[in-house]
């Protein structure tokens, strides 16, 4: 069974349109990450989650919202998008112990298209 | 602050080959971790190896070699006799006992490996 799953792998959204990413880790860990592969860019982390409350917000705009409702589950909520959202955003977790960066394992992606 | 370079965009080698991916980072951190993920046109990213700040033993694993040089700031990454299926960006990452689980990544290498 894969570690981290994510749905969909694809999404194309109009900028009015409201959606949702879901991340789902299998691993027993507990920290969650949004990161944003855009072109040519490094990854960006969006926001990290320990223990379900919220650790870190990299300065995302408002549009995108994050819900963690549980270790095991990350929520990805969008809004009126812009076409430079248009990115491959990925999930991630690990085992969150204090004082050592551990390992993040990664799900395959959302490809999302704003048109 | 943390930087990770990989001056190395794109390359192309001929299948078994030996290639080289290099990596510089930089840190003030005397704690920090180093990583490697690779990233197939599936688009997930496949943890390689994790190693930390004090150890410095160069590591093996299969085709794949790694070089730990704290004096020149590089953590290199070898495939040797490469395969088609290797194919992919690679991403090399740090992060810091100061910095929480955050993650700087690289801006990747395409590897590209043809019959």
């Known amino acids: 069974e894969t570690g981290v799953t994510q749905t969909p792998r694809h999404l194309v959204m109009g900028m009015t349109n409201k959606k949702s990413l879901k991340c789902e880790q299998h691993l027993g860990h507990n920290a969650m990450y949004w990161y944003k592969q855009s072109a040519k860019k490094p990854l960006e982390l969006m926001f990290v989650?320990?223990?379900?409350?919220?650790?870190e917000n990299n300065s995302v705009p408002s549009r995108f919202s994050p819900e963690c409702p549980n270790s095991s589950h990350l929520f990805l909520h969008l809004h009126t998008l812009q076409p430079e959202d248009s990115a491959l955003y990925l999930c991630?977790?690990?085992?969150?112990?204090?004082?050592?960066?551990?390992?993040?394992?990664f799900g395959p992606g959302t490809r999302l298209t704003v048109l | 602050a943390q930087k990770v370079t990989q001056a190395q965009t794109e390359i192309s080698v001929v299948e078994k080959e030996d290639v080289t991916l290099d990596c510089v980072y930089e840190t003030r951190d005397t704690t920090y971790y180093l990583f490697w993920y690779k990233q197939p046109p599936s688009g997930e990213l496949v943890f390689l190896i994790r190693?930390?700040?004090?150890?410095?033993q160069n590591e093996i694993s299969g085709r794949y070699s790694w070089n730990f040089q704290k004096s020149t700031s590089s953590f290199n990454f070898t495939i040797t006799a490469s395969q088609v299926v290797d194919s992919a960006v690679y991403f090399c990452?740090?992060?810091?006992?100061?910095?929480?689980?955050?993650?700087?990544f690289g801006t990747g290498t395409q590897l590209k490996v043809e019959l």
């Open positions: 990452a740090l992060s810091t006992s100061g910095g929480g689980n955050k993650l700087t």
């Open positions: 190693r930390n700040s004090f150890d410095e």
């Open positions: 989650y320990s223990l379900e409350e919220r650790v």
């Open positions: 991630a977790s690990s085992q969150d112990r204090e004082g050592t960066p551990n390992t993040q394992y």
